[in-house]
Structure formats: C-alpha cells, structure tokens
C-alpha cells in the first residue's frame, strides 16, 4: 500500500472501525475534526448553507448513476436535514 492511501478499516492506532458511509464516512473523519465542523467553522454562513444544499443536489442528481442508489439518497437527506438545522439555528 502506498504512504498516501488510507486504510478506512483501522485508525491510526491499529483499533478497527466500522464506518457508516452516510452518517460518518471514513473519509471525511481523519484527524482531529470531522469535515463538516470545519467547514462550517471556516465558511461564511451564506457559503456553508449553500455547501449544504449543493450536496444535497449532487446527491440528487447522481443516485441513478453510481451504482449505490440508497446509499447516495441517504446522503442526500444527511445533507438536506443538516441544512434545515442550519436553518432552524440548532
């Protein structure tokens, strides 16, 4: 395995994790701060709303496509659901 893959079934202490690809991909939980928190800490809030919604379409758009149609319209409701908390202020 090269230096720059990841392997997404153990951490970096050797411990295996199971992970749920919409709730809590691997990919997006390296490091000490998972994607979305800093995203959201680090985007005005017009820019991660509109983050927000544009994955939510992505998803949208792409669930035909993939192969994993389930998978990728529960990551578009991840999406959606977490832009109307930004909404509601939660």
């Not at 199971?18 to 928190?37: L, W």
């Not at 919604?53 to 977490?82: C, F, I, Q, S, T």
Request: with cysteine; net charge negative.
């Amino acid at each position: 395995m090269a230096k720059w893959e990841i392997d997404f079934t153990t951490n970096e202490k050797g411990v295996v994790m199971e992970h749920d690809m919409v709730e809590k991909p691997a990919h997006y939980n390296v490091g000490n701060i998972e994607c979305i928190v800093y995203l959201k800490d680090n985007l005005p809030w017009e820019a991660f709303t509109g983050y927000l919604e544009g994955n939510a379409k992505k998803y949208m758009h792409r669930w035909r496509h993939k192969g994993k149609p389930v998978e990728d319209l529960k990551k578009a409701v991840w999406y959606l659901e977490r832009l109307i908390q930004e909404l509601d202020g939660k």
